[in-house]
């Protein structure tokens, strides 16, 4: 498997990630992916790394696993394509 094909395959776990999160979290999805995203973006920085990357090596050195792989995840999906927000006032 190459390269390109490894992350296409990575970033489509981000998303059923994203999904599963959105389900179980509903109304607290938006606060906890923030907080994940903002460990992100700062690892993404601090190591000059793009958000794939970073994420992986969150993950890893961490050794994450279940609800905190998940939203980590999914925060890395809101990073590369945040999610349609409902219009003011639309119900959720």
Known sequence: M?????????????????????ALLE???????KQYGAI???VSKDYRLDTVAATLKIA?????????LMLLLAAAAEI??????????SPK
Not at 80 to 89: H, K, T
Request: proline residues 4%; negative net charge.
């Open 2 to 22: 190459d390269h390109h094909e490894m992350a296409i395959k990575i970033t489509a776990q981000f998303y059923a990630a994203r999904d599963a999160a959105k």
């Open 27 to 33: 109304d607290r999805y938006e606060l906890r992916t």
């Open 40 to 42: 992100i973006q700062g």
């Open 60 to 68: 890893q050195d961490c050794h994450m696993e279940g609800g905190a």
């Open 80 to 89: 590369l394509e945040p999610s349609a927000q409902a219009p003011v006032g």
